[in-house]
């Protein structure tokens, strides 16, 4: 690889993580890990052509352009995550990474099965990924943050709203709704 792709691939590595928390290749590689799949499953269980998946991985490209597969990689990162709380089990995972292939995205917040925990409850995770999903499907962090930056002046509650849901890890958002819960 010379300088210039080197260049190119950092630059879509930090795109990437603007836009996703996490260079894709990482955030791939570890639902491959916690989910028991390969590259060829995955891109599957994602709707994306095993090449795509590996461009994206490498970083021979920055953008999931279909926001139906954002939204897919955000419900098998929920999904990893329930796998390892054990709050679902790896039966229960292969069956609900057939029901997420099977998804068109849509509205990430209908349907109450998917938004409740054993107990009927939401959980405060699984709320705050959904808000973050529904932010990242109708712009790309980098556009949050403009946004965010041009309410910052106004209305400066909305633009931190904008830059933790929009382009923060879920850990910093989560803390910021259990702040703003009273």
Known sequence: MDAAQQE???RARDLQRSWYGEPLGA???RLIDDLGLNQARLAAALGLSAPMLSQLMSGQRAKIGNPAVVQRVQALQELAGQVADGSVSAGEATERMEEIKKSQGGSVL?????TTSSGGAPTVRRVVREIQSLLRSVAAAGDI???ADSLAPT???LAEFLRVYGAGRTAEAVAHYESHQS
């Open 27 to 29: 955030l791939f590689r």
């Open 110 to 114: 209908s349907g109450t099965s998917q």
């Open 8 to 10: 190119a691939t950092a």
């Open 155 to 157: 209305h400066p509650e």
């Open 145 to 147: 943050i403009d946004a």
